[in-house]
Antibody
Framework: EVQVVESGGGLVKPGGSLRLSCAASGFTLNHYNMNWVRQAPGKGLEWVSIISSRSNYIYYADSVEGRFTISRDNAKNSLYLQMTSLRAEDTAVYYC???????????????????WGQGTLVTVSS | IQMTQSPSSLSASVGDRVTITCRASQSISTYLNWYQQKPGEAPKLLIYAASSLQSGVPSRFSGRGSGTDFTLTISSLQPEDFATYYCQQSYSTLYTFGQGTKLEIK
């Protein structure tokens, strides 16, 4: 069974740091791009970051660029998100999401998130 | 790329046919996905590439569109369909979601 499980969330003061982890099982991590998506309390989904299967490309949302760092260890089947200079507006449930690609009827390969963890809550408050 | 869903909320009854709209701020071809999220749960993929049904998703869900305008239709609402629905574009690697449409029981 494909599964991703996040950990590492908690309460941190503004300006502090936290490292999230995502453990993958039931599939070979190095075959897939991986993403972090977050959801502030009572709000919608916000994409945070992507790392390609071989770590050769990485992108961040503007809201976290320069403060968050995504990484992966394929040998350990794990994904990480190092978060620094945390702000109150970073308070959210953080989801790890596996990305898959399939062709549509016209042959275009479209990427989507097919497996999600249950999330880990990060609270930034003094 | 900004994604705008309408309506933001919708009240409907079991058995109703409902349609949710998603509009992209620029053309995204069919790089459009739909997710369902129930309270306290992770999002679940329903539709990818605008109209392809994810394995295991009931056939009452369908998606259409290309370019900038997309729809998600539920042909006959079931009690388990009351949830929040999100569209998401993957045309740009800076992925973005719509703000969500909350589907409530009338």
């Amino acid at each position: 069974e494909v599964q991703v499980v996040e950990s590492g969330g908690g309460l941190v003061k503004p300006g502090g740091s936290l490292r999230l982890s995502c453990a993958a099982s039931g599939f070979t991590l190095n075959h897939y791009n991986m993403n972090w998506v977050r959801q502030a309390p009572g709000k919608g989904l916000e994409w945070v970051s992507i790392i390609s299967s071989r770590s050769n490309y990485i992108y961040y949302a503007d809201s976290v660029e320069g403060r968050f760092t995504i990484s992966r260890d394929n040998a350990k089947n794990s994904l990480y998100l190092q978060m620094t200079s945390l702000r109150a507006e970073d308070t959210a449930v953080y989801y790890c999401a596996r990305e898959r690609s399939e062709a549509d009827s016209g042959g275009l390969y479209v990427n989507f998130f097919d497996s999600w963890g249950q999330g880990t809550l990060v609270t930034v408050s003094s | 790329i900004q994604m705008t869903q309408s309506p933001s909320s919708l009240s409907a009854s079991v058995g109703d046919r409902v349609t949710i709209t998603c509009r992209a701020s620029q053309s995204i071809s069919t790089y459009l996905n739909w997710y369902q999220q129930k309270p306290g749960e992770a999002p679940k993929l329903l539709i990818y590439a605008a109209s392809s049904l994810q394995s295991g998703v009931p056939s009452r869900f369908s998606g259409r569109g290309s370019g900038t305008d997309f729809t998600l239709t539920i042909s006959s609402l079931q009690p388990e369909d009351f949830a929040t629905y999100y569209c998401q574009q993957s045309y740009s690697t800076l992925y973005t979601f719509g703000q969500g449409t909350k589907l409530e029981i009338k």
